[in-house]
């Protein structure tokens, strides 16, 4: 019998642990830290051995093959003592891959991707297609095979994923963009971490389709450091494409599959510039699978978008209190400034990662943010940053007093934005929770008195 361990006993290594049982294999789970009852409870169903607290070393090498959560880098000790003995060492996605016969969707990108991917499922799943969710949202793609396949399947992939993939090949891949992030994990080298991205594509053939961004440097970049196969049709704001999706602000140009589609951005039930790029990836994708106008007509305006994205939480005297808390980076951050016309008073900060806040400069100036909230732990970097740029900078370690700040300091027609452009890490256990603290805080509120 082939032994399999696996390296984490999280959504994915669980996931892999089942579905590697069914298919008859011995399998051993290994995590460093401690193991939830529940997790616990489900491997024991599943007559799988696994330890907590540490690694036997031994037993994990003497395996066949290693599957391994996305989170443990490719230079951890254990990881590089297997490979140097030639065990292969894989991603959930890769070892699930083998066990399904649906069609495939893949996406990724610094931003944008969870937003799409969600979009891409719901386009599908309202037309009547037999689809399924996975990857980094929703659950674990194996361990859903545990119970079913479908005929199509569609997976948001980090690079974390993308770099355990040997075999894995989407039938359709989007690629939102690439902007730095993750660097510790890429040796600090932009080109590393463009790599990474562009891997996506990397065992498609010319029969597959992949979809980009055209005004994306950092895409273009990969381009040039990578020759991919698959046909590539390109999403753009500047100039309509033959193959892709165009848009000028007043509708949606979709072109694939020997299809022109036109549909009205009012159809849109989510907002905003990077939303607009994010339809247009997600019905590229839904064409290219064989969606009519009408379906995606109908499945753009009942689209409702994940928690914690760009999600109106409630008007309070006219103040609209948006969450924004998946802004853990710059470039999330920008978008959500961008899609709003109105005064603001934005809640951002937490941890730093090494980011440049200048990009923001011309979304802050000029009077559209009138105060600045930073909540986290260091807040210099943040405050030097827009100190002279915005009028007003407050600080908190507490999201409720955040809340109430802006409560008070925003007029009717204005909007409270929580886009914290930073990791969560400091305050929170994760941009969740921040998200849900904001959230809890936000329904908590006192309508305002009206004058």
């Not at 994990?60 to 959560?69: G, R």
């Not at 990969?222 to 100039?239: D, I, M, N, R, T």
């Not at 760009?310 to 710059?330: A, Q, Y």
Request: with cysteine; hydrophobic share 40%.
């Amino acid at each position: 019998m082939k032994q399999i361990a696996i390296l984490g006993a999280g959504e994915s290594g669980l996931g892999a642990a089942m579905l590697a049982r069914r298919e008859g294999y011995g399998v051993w789970v290994s995590d460093l830290g401690l193991i939830s009852e529940e997790r616990k409870n489900t491997l024991q169903v599943f007559g799988i051995d696994f330890e907590e607290g540490g690694h036997d070393e031994a037993r994990i090498l003497a395996c066949d093959l290693i599957i391994k959560s996305p989170g443990i880098p490719d230079k951890a000790p254990l990881v590089t003592s297997a490979m140097a003995q030639g065990i292969p060492v894989i991603d959930e996605l890769e070892f699930a891959y083998q066990f399904s016969t649906g069609k495939v969707i893949a996406i990724s990108g610094t931003n944008g991707k969870t937003t799409t991917t969600l979009l891409t499922y719901h386009l599908l799943k309202e037309a009547g297609y037999d689809v399924g969710l996975a990857g980094n949202v929703g659950k674990s793609w194996a361990g859903q095979l545990v119970q079913r396949d479908h005929d199509w399947w569609v997976i948001e992939v980090s690079s974390f994923q993308i770099d355990g993939f040997q075999a894995f090949r989407p039938e359709i891949a989007i690629l939102t963009n690439i902007t730095p992030d993750h660097l510790d994990r890429y040796e600090y080298r932009i080109e590393n971490y463009i790599l990474s991205k562009m891997s996506l594509f990397k065992n498609m053939t010319d029969q597959q389709k992949g979809i980009v961004y055209l005004e994306d440097p950092l895409t273009q970049k990969g381009f040039e450091l990578k020759k991919l196969k698959p046909e590539f049709h390109w999403v753009s704001l500047a100039e309509r494409q033959r193959k892709g999706g165009f848009s000028n602000g007043d509708s949606l140009e979709i072109s694939a599959a020997g299809e022109f589609f036109t549909i009205p951005v009012s159809a849109l039930s989510i907002k905003g510039k990077h939303n607009v790029l994010n339809a247009l990836c997600a019905g590229t994708a839904a064409v290219l699978a064989g969606l009519t106008e009408e379906q995606l007509n109908a499945g753009f305006g009942t689209f409702k978008n994940a928690p914690h994205r760009m999600e109106l939480i409630r008007e309070v005297g006219g103040v609209r209190f948006v969450n924004d808390s998946k802004g853990t980076n710059v470039e999330a951050t920008f978008y959500a400034l961008g899609s709003f016309t109105d005064p603001m008073i934005w809640i951002a900060g937490g941890v730093d990662k090494g980011n440049d806040y200048s990009v923001l400069n011309g979304l802050v100036d000029a009077g559209k943010v009138k105060v600045l909230i930073c909540l986290g732990k260091n807040n210099e970097k943040l405050k030097k940053a827009f100190s002279g740029i915005i009028s007003e900078i407050k600080e908190t370690q507490d999201i409720r007093e955040a809340v109430s700040w802006g409560n008070e300091l925003a007029e009717s027609g204005e909007v409270v934005l929580l886009s914290p452009a930073c990791a969560s890490f400091d305050l929170f256990k994760n941009y969740e929770d921040r998200g849900e603290q904001f959230s809890a805080a936000v329904l908590e509120l006192n309508e305002k008195q009206q004058a």
